[in-house]
Nanobody
């Protein structure tokens, strides 16, 4: 069974930075998209950033210009670099892999708190 494990969350001050990592227990074939989602208390889970198999990316409007999604192919690790953090970025962040047949894999989430 594939496990996705996020790390790198924590407490950051407004304007600060964090880098999230997502490691996979084994290579998943035919991945269509690698995504980061987040869920704030009382809100629905939302897509933050996506990296498609062809290399294109997409970002939620709320994080454009501040967050960067990237992947290290050698280590099969997905990253989310988060800069200029705002209190409204506070949420649990989840790593997600979508396989070509539509199957989804999820991590357990990592807490990000942005507060002075």
């Amino acid at each position: 069974q594939v496990q996705l494990v996020e790390s790198g969350g924590g407490l950051a001050q407004p304007g600060g930075s964090l880098r999230l990592s997502c490691a996979s227990s084994r290579r998943i074939p035919s991945i269509y998209a690698r995504n980061w989602y987040r869920q704030a208390p009382g809100k629905q889970r939302e897509l933050v950033a996506g990296l498609f198999s062809g290399g294109s990316t997409n970002y939620a409007d709320a994080v454009k210009g501040r967050f960067t999604i990237a992947r290290d192919k050698a280590t099969n690790t997905l990253y989310l670099q988060m800069d200029s953090l705002k209190p409204e970025d506070t949420a649990i962040y989840y790593c997600n892999n979508v396989v070509a047949d539509g199957m989804n894999y999820w991590g357990q989430g990592t807490q990000v708190t942005v507060s002075a």
